[in-house]
């Protein structure tokens, strides 16, 4: 089920939005949605990030390369 949400901004960045939404032809709504998501992704992937960093730090993972190398 759909919900509307309500939220206050400022005018500055209502016309940034706005300009946006013409230059990718997508409606205000669509954008806003997106950034949500994204928004919440992140955090997601942060908070999962910060539970596991300790076992991967003790099996030696540190850096990207070290879970490139484990992946191949």
Known sequence: MNQTLTIRI???LKKDLNKVSV???????DIVRE???AYVALRRFRMIRKKILPF???EG???DEDV???LK
């Open 61 to 63: 993972i540190l850096t």
């Open 68 to 70: 490139f190398r484990k």
């Open 10 to 12: 400022t005018d500055e």
């Open 35 to 37: 950034s949500i998501k």
């Open 23 to 29: 230059s990718e032809e997508k409606p205000v709504s």
């Open 56 to 58: 991967a730090e003790a």
